[in-house]
Nanobody
Framework: QVQLVEFGGGLVQAGGSLRLSCAASGGIFTEYDGGWFRQAPGKEREFVAAIRWSGGRTYYADSVLGRFAISRDAAKKIVYLRMNSLKPEDTAVYFC????????????????????WGQGTQVTVSS
């Protein structure tokens, strides 16, 4: 059974930076698509960024494009989210997700039921 654990959340001032990490353990998980999502209080969970195993292509929500960067360390099975120029509206619980890589194109989708999710890490940006 694959387990995902997020690290790196915390409190930061507006304009600051954080790097989130998502480490995978257990199971047979060699090639994977990874993603980050977030959920602010009173709002639905939303897509932030994703990276495909095949070619390492990355995808971003418009709200974070140019400020956030997703990357991975394939050998360590870690997916990172570098967040720069943080804004108060970035405040949320951030979740990582992963699934076995597929041959699809475009933004990978992650099932709440069939794919793997972490427990979340809080990011709070003060103004």
């Amino acid at each position: 059974q694959v387990q995902l654990v997020e690290f790196g959340g915390g409190l930061v001032q507006a304009g600051g930076s954080l790097r989130l990490s998502c480490a995978a353990s257990g199971g047979i998980f060699t090639e994977y698509d990874g993603g980050w999502f977030r959920q602010a209080p009173g709002k639905e969970r939303e897509f932030v960024a994703a990276i495909r195993w095949s070619g390492g292509r990355t995808y971003y929500a418009d709200s974070v494009l140019g400020r956030f960067a997703i990357s991975r360390d394939a050998a360590k099975k870690i997916v990172y989210l570098r967040m720069n120029s943080l804004k108060p509206e970035d405040t949320a619980v951030y979740f990582c997700a992963a699934k076995n890589a597929d041959v699809g194109v475009g933004v990978p989708t992650f099932s709440s039921v069939n794919d793997y999710w972490g427990q979340g890490t809080q990011v709070t940006v003060s103004s």
